[in-house]
């Protein structure tokens, strides 16, 4: 039952819920997603009341290793986009869990 969520079911999602038409639904969508990319590119966070809350962390350059040979490398250093949902999602995540597991 694993489904992939995909921008065209999204914007299918807006058309059937809010009777867009398809090429407004997408431009709506396009709209939000450019926004939460350019705000996370500045380094800014991101946040959905009663969703969540995505931040860009600083990661620094560390050792590591190859799994494949076992060689010492070079981690880079790199920024991450993280994701921390909300209370309200995350409670609702469990609910749905514990609801379809019988608990």
Do not use: C
Request: no cysteine; glycine share 6%.
């Amino acid at each position: 039952m694993d489904a992939t969520l995909t921008k065209d079911a999204l914007i299918e999602m807006i058309r059937d819920k809010v009777g867009f038409p398809v090429k407004e639904a997408k431009e709506i969508l396009e709209i939000i997603l450019e926004e939460v990319k350019l705000k996370l590119e500045e380094g800014k966070e991101v946040k959905i009341s009663g969703f969540g809350k995505w931040t860009v962390k600083e990661k620094r350059s560390r050792p590591g290793r190859n799994p494949h040979t076992g060689d010492r490398i070079e981690i880079s250093a790199r920024r991450v986009v993280t994701f921390h949902p909300s209370d309200k999602l995350r409670d609702s995540v469990n609910k749905a869990y514990a609801e379809r597991d019988g608990q």
